[in-house]
């Protein structure tokens, strides 16, 4: 006996969407802010979450979508963990955790983030709690492109802090309650045993003798949050995707995907992770292919959208060069808007001019981005040869 297909079209119709989210960045801007370079992970605790309540995670190239059969809709209602608004963890805080890692090895270089950010040691944190609406769009963090501020310090399964004189020091998960972490205290401080814990962000809380809370201790001068992540790690951000609002007043409502007192208690939300594209010095070496005669004073860089100071170079081959370095950061782009020309003569031993032209110079590539100065650790320093 034949079996009957069932069309795809069928089989999708039984699931609803929960979350959709895409990575854009600045940088691509020939293909409207799409970004190819990252991909997500479920990490572990949410992949079992997501398999006992139905759901179903897919990879969409440019970001991913998670689903949920929406027969389990009633049980995803009564999964949601807390209660109401009141004190530190109360709230509804079930989440989806994943690890965005970065197919493209030179991300961080187009990207504006300290050049020597080190995924081993440094990993972005996202959460739909800090989400925003400029016009019609769920952008996760400011709006901007996550940063500088949503870097934080990983760490493994263990975690040594400094000990106040009269008190405790305390781990807390982003809701503010008080996790279960075994600890033990001695010379060195308390040392916390993360692993039975999720991956995720977890802050330090410092009580007096009291129990009330303080200010760390004066000698303790290191962060008060951290992302407790797979060692080595092999992310470069950590995002979590609360399900509902935690709280009244506690992140943007359109934000969340399940409303549990709603009649239509789950609508899909379309989030988007946006990424600022890095501007850099950029630094022309131009050197005469000729061996007689040499380029004339009067070379000159021109274009719109910046300036250029010029000074002299010796490379390593021995070679003379004219260098033209921008006085301003210019951002980098898939398909470049600045347009520059070099004009100019090579002066020969019998005074004679030859004249040299270059309509259009080389615009800077995507790698290699060299530091620029520890002033300036979002910028960098592009370099481009040009021969005439």
Aim: hydrophobic residues 40%; charged residues 10%; proline residues 9%.
């Amino acid at each position: 006996m034949s079996r009957a297909k069932t069309s795809p079209r069928a089989i999708a119709s039984g699931y609803v969407t929960l979350f959709s989210v895409a990575f854009r960045h600045d940088y691509y801007n020939a293909s409207g802010g799409i970004c190819p370079d990252l991909t997500a992970t479920p990490a572990p605790d949410t992949a079992q979450l997501m398999t006992s309540l139905g759901m179903l995670f897919k990879d969409q190239g440019t970001g991913f979508a998670v689903l949920i059969d929406a027969g389990r809709i009633p049980a995803l209602l009564t999964s949601l963990t807390g209660t109401s608004a009141g004190a530190p963890g109360q709230g509804l805080w079930t989440r989806l955790s994943f690890l965005l890692a970065a197919r493209n090895p030179d991300f961080i270089g187009i990207t504006n983030l300290p050049i020597t950010t080190n995924a081993a040691k440094q990993n972005l944190y996202a959460s739909n709690l800090t989400a925003v609406m400029p016009g019609q769009t769920i952008m996760i963090g400011d709006g901007e492109g996550l940063g500088t501020d949503a870097l934080l310090p990983v760490t493994g399964a263990s975690l040594t802090v400094p000990t106040p004189a009269s008190g405790a020091v305390m781990l807390t998960d982003i809701s503010g309650a008080t996790v279960d972490a075994p600890a033990q205290t001695g010379a060195s401080g308390t040392t916390f045993d993360l692993s039975h814990l999720p991956w995720g962000r977890y802050a330090l809380a410092f009580t007096g003798a009291s129990g009330k809370a303080v200010q760390p201790p004066r000698s303790y001068r290191g962060p008060q949050a951290w992302l407790y992540l797979p060692q080595p790690p092999q992310s470069l951000c950590l995002l979590d995707l609360l399900l509902a609002q935690p709280a009244a007043g506690m992140g943007d409502p359109a934000a969340f995907p399940v409303v549990p007192s709603a009649s239509r208690p789950v609508a899909p939300v379309h989030l988007t992770v946006p990424f600022a594209a890095r501007a850099t010095y950029w630094s022309y070496y131009i050197v005469s292919q000729a061996r007689t005669g040499r380029l004339a004073p009067d070379l000159q860089i021109t274009g719109k959208g910046a300036d250029f100071d010029k000074s002299s170079a010796a490379l390593p081959n021995g070679d003379e060069a004219v260098l033209f370095t921008s006085t301003t950061p210019l951002t980098l782009e898939q398909r470049s808007h600045y347009h520059f020309a070099l004009a100019g003569a090579r002066q020969g031993a019998s005074g004679s001019r030859d004249a040299i032209r270059v309509d259009r110079l080389p615009v800077a590539p995507p790698s290699p981005v060299w530091p620029s100065s520890a002033a300036e650790p979002l910028s960098g320093s592009s370099e481009m040869y040009v021969y005439v």
